[in-house]
């Protein structure tokens, strides 16, 4: 089956949500306390803390042009179809989860009505734009596709270098991808041999 970018970019995103859950920005997976939220301040810092938290691992803000960008799984692509915002409103969501494990009553029932605060657009556009900020989040034009002997297709990223195949990763930040499969038993059909 074919699916679009953007169709890849949102299922791959709602996979990772719902079997893996959020990637944090060291690709480690988070560790859970039974309060996760001890040191968590519940304001507008303190939700877009918790976003880069969860979520960071995914999302990064290039200030030089203003826009968001996602790992879709193959590559790090400009935030066009508001992912951010999808990967906030989920922050916002796992807030009243792990409010639930707070064995405190006050502070689980004053972090639930944070939470439900947390779902007007106003407080989503304070999270995600104090998010922008966050030193791990920021990344610079320069910082994507250093290596230019990586060479991103579809199905895996190719070292020039070596030929060898490997699978997309996002730690090496590739931006770029070459929309083709990359396919071993492939023939050259139209370029007769040069002796």
Known sequence: MNLTHRE????TATRALIDDGPVPIDGKPPERTRDDLA????????NAE?????????????????????????RWATDDSGEVYRRAAATVRE????AGSIPDDDRRKSIATHAVKCESKSRLDAMVGLAENQAE?????????KDAMLLNVENVTI?????DLRPHDRSDFIFKLAPVEYDAEAQCGGYPDFR
């Open 137 to 145: 989040m920021v990344i610079r034009p320069a910082d994507l596709d």
């Open 8 to 11: 890849r970019f949102s299922a």
């Open 50 to 74: 918790l976003l880069v938290r969860r979520h960071g691992g995914d999302l990064r803000y290039s200030h030089a042009w203003a826009k968001w960008l996602a790992w879709d799984g193959n």
């Open 159 to 163: 070292d020039l270098r070596t030929g």
């Open 95 to 98: 807030l009243y989860s792990a």
């Open 39 to 46: 040191d968590f301040r519940a304001t507008d810092l303190g």
